[in-house]
């Protein structure tokens, strides 16, 4: 279980990495911004979570997803253009969109546990951990933010985080179970909306003016 | 006196929120979207100035502030309509000063409370938790921020809050009632700023080249 | 020594604060927008930096920093004119180039002292101190941020602290002499990069599409 997570974490963390580099590339960044974008993708909402947890940064005690995010974002500068092949590209989005569910699940559980702000803490960090680290890089790039786009991205993540912490709170004893129930709905909510290019139905926009 | 605080707190909080939400609908902005910056609104810039005082966010010791964020961004998001009606939305915004007003003191009290920094820190604490919501939400949505307006909005506040110090150091005795003025003389500048529609006079401001 | 890092420090506030303000003012802003982005300009990548640290916020124990920033945004609204003579203008940029280069070492020496997420954690924080307040200032100001352009400013910096890093680890030894030296190399490239107008070489810069 424990090494189901590493993996998926470290899988996860790469692959935010990846498309972290990839979405501001076409814009002519420099190997600095190539790498810090690149990090702050992959690590950024987790510290964002930590530092409203009053945690140490979880990457201050293992420093073992930054090298990972420096290292997929040197690659993904050098192989720019086999990754944005169009099939390998949305086999990236399809990763990175695991690396959501399990980040947003492993967020909540984290703020569970330290019993931070129940029950509408775990949920709000757990998205935070998700699309936080998106959110940062699309600021420091000048790009419009995810919450400005109408893609099914974060509502999985939300919707999963919210279904674990009733768990958590109703059914502690399905706590491992429930964690992976809710990371593989999120994905599969995430990977339809990828497959059929899904988007959230315009009556949950607001009109235009 | 405590009370009085309770509820303008609670008016303030879902002002916020619906004032937020109003500033991004007209971008047609999605329920989730709709929710992360309501909430990012109401309760951004007391977050941050938890954050920056290292003491737990107020949040996730009393949720009762994100319900009512949250409540208010889904009543603006299926309201939207109603709030928009030049009449009421001139409402808000007098209600959305007052909240200012009060999250500026408060801020500055919490502060101060804490020995944080005197005398400038409370001052820039107060500030932050009166603007910092409506400043993240304006960066997470790509609009123009506040600080690049010229309306009459923070420098109210900074006035209030640098009198609040001052009667704290000076006239202890005096607290609750230098708290009720000062936050009545921020708001009443504020009003007044609507009403007329007064803006900050151009020889304070930089000339454009 | 600590006289040398000090005089350097209150220099370099003060640059970071006017070089901060000049770079906005050309938008007209007020009063209060120019204290706010000259003031986080200078003391805001330092901020970020002790609330990853998880330590009290520099200019909680000392506000000298925060008068010398305030003073020199009021000093640069005041005296823009003078400020924007195209040889004065260059002054500041290399004084600024020695701000960052001061901060960077201070940054990394700060994180290594507390023994934070070694040996990554003090490069990263030292950078964070160098172009943190910059970063904030171009975000809240709606400007394209460093990271988006491509000019050696935040390279120079980074190799010093990884640099600095290997010596506090290989040679703790000559710590003061490394410290100089790497601010000295770090300040170098940078000066050298105004003086020639060098940039990231275009290999080092992804293909916009």
Same mark, same amino acid.
């Given at each position: 279980?424990?090494?189901?997570?590493f993996?998926?974490?470290?899988?996860?963390?790469?692959?935010?990495?990846i498309?972290g580099?990839?979405?501001?590339?076409?814009?002519?960044?420099?190997?600095?911004?190539?790498?810090?974008?690149?990090?702050i993708?992959?690590i950024?909402?987790?510290?964002?979570?930590?530092i409203?947890?009053?945690t140490?940064?979880?990457?201050?005690?293992?420093?073992m997803?930054?090298?990972?995010?420096?290292?997929?974002?040197?690659?993904?500068?050098?192989?720019e253009?086999f990754f944005?092949?169009?099939?390998?590209?949305?086999?990236?989005?399809?990763?990175? $969109?695991?690396?959501?569910?399990?980040?947003?699940?492993?967020g909540?559980?984290?703020?569970?546990?330290?019993?931070?702000?129940?029950?509408?803490g775990p949920?709000i960090?757990?998205?935070?951990?998700?699309?936080? $680290? $998106?959110?940062?890089?699309?600021?420091?790039?000048?790009?419009?933010?995810?919450?400005?786009?109408h893609e099914?991205?974060?509502?999985p993540?939300?919707l999963?985080?919210?279904?674990?912490?009733?768990?958590?709170?109703?059914?502690?004893?399905?706590?491992?179970?429930g964690?992976?129930?809710?990371?593989?709905g999120?994905?599969?909510l995430?990977?339809?909306?990828?497959y059929?290019?899904?988007?959230?139905p315009?009556?949950?926009?607001?009109?235009?003016?």
């Amino acid at each position: 279980m424990e090494e189901i997570h590493f993996w998926i974490g470290v899988i996860a963390t790469i692959a935010f990495a990846i498309t972290g580099v990839l979405a501001i590339a076409d814009r002519g960044v420099d190997i600095f911004g190539v790498l810090v974008l690149g990090v702050i993708t992959a690590i950024g909402g987790g510290t964002v979570r930590d530092i409203i947890l009053e945690t140490p940064t979880f990457w201050s005690e293992s420093q073992m997803y930054i090298w990972l995010a420096l290292g997929a974002s040197v690659l993904t500068f050098v192989a720019e253009s086999f990754f944005t092949q169009p099939q390998i590209y949305r086999w990236m989005l399809y990763i990175d $969109g695991l690396g959501a569910a399990l980040f947003g699940i492993a967020g909540a559980d984290k703020a569970w546990n330290m019993d931070f702000g129940l029950p509408l803490g775990p949920v709000i960090l757990g998205v935070v951990t998700a699309i936080g $680290g $998106g959110l940062l890089r699309d600021i420091l790039a000048g790009r419009k933010t995810l919450l400005m786009s109408h893609e099914l991205y974060a509502i999985p993540v939300t919707l999963a985080c919210c279904a674990y912490v009733l768990i958590l709170n109703f059914s502690p004893q399905y706590t491992i179970e429930g964690s992976m129930i809710c990371m593989l709905g999120s994905f599969g909510l995430r990977a339809a909306a990828i497959y059929w290019d899904l988007r959230v139905p315009k009556i949950f926009i607001t009109k235009t003016r």
